[in-house]
């Protein structure tokens, strides 16, 4: 296996302060991610709504691992990718648009699943050359190389960032 190695956060030395938030791991199924589906919503079944706040991606991320591992019984390797691309997307929605709020979808079909975060602002993301990224810039970065399929549909009003990763059906 392999290959993806540091991308969980795991090997990471721990910082002080105020990084718990961005540093959640979904490694880690602490009480709060079995309970999200119950404080969210199912974000399969509607579109479940966040608040534009750094706090919210840590909600949207365990939501995201809920779904992913015990809802669609896929794998943790998976999940891992899944939260991390979540996460990526939704950090981009908030720190990028100005909104107020934004929306996570999810969808599960024959060999794939698709994730979907809406915002109200239509101001496109961009694919940055990798040797200009800093470490907060890599998101789409990130998002090319671990989805099999990404893009962002422009709406009447705002637009869908999604993506989708193949999934091995048993």
């Not at 105020?18 to 399969?44: F, H, I, Q």
Request: net charge positive.
């Amino acid at each position: 296996m392999g290959g993806m190695a540091g991308l969980g956060g795991t090997e990471q030395p721990r910082q002080q302060g105020s990084t718990a938030a961005v540093r959640w791991t979904p490694t880690v199924e602490d009480e709060l991610t079995l309970k999200a589906l119950d404080l969210y919503g199912d974000p399969t079944v509607e579109e479940v709504r966040f608040p534009s706040r750094p706090e919210s991606a840590v909600a949207a991320r365990r939501l995201t691992q809920s779904v992913v591992l015990r809802q669609w019984g896929l794998s943790a390797q998976l999940t891992e990718h899944a939260v991390l691309l979540v996460s990526e997307l939704v950090g981009n929605a908030v720190r990028h648009t100005g909104a107020r709020s934004f929306g996570l979808r999810m969808r599960r079909r024959r060999g794939w699943l698709r994730i979907e975060i809406r915002d109200p602002s239509r101001g496109l993301p961009c694919l940055m050359p990798v040797h200009e990224l800093d470490t907060s810039g890599r998101g789409l970065f990130l998002v090319d190389k671990l989805s099999d399929r990404w893009g962002v549909d422009l709406l009447a009003r705002g637009k869908t960032t999604w993506f989708e990763i193949r999934v091995a059906d048993r």
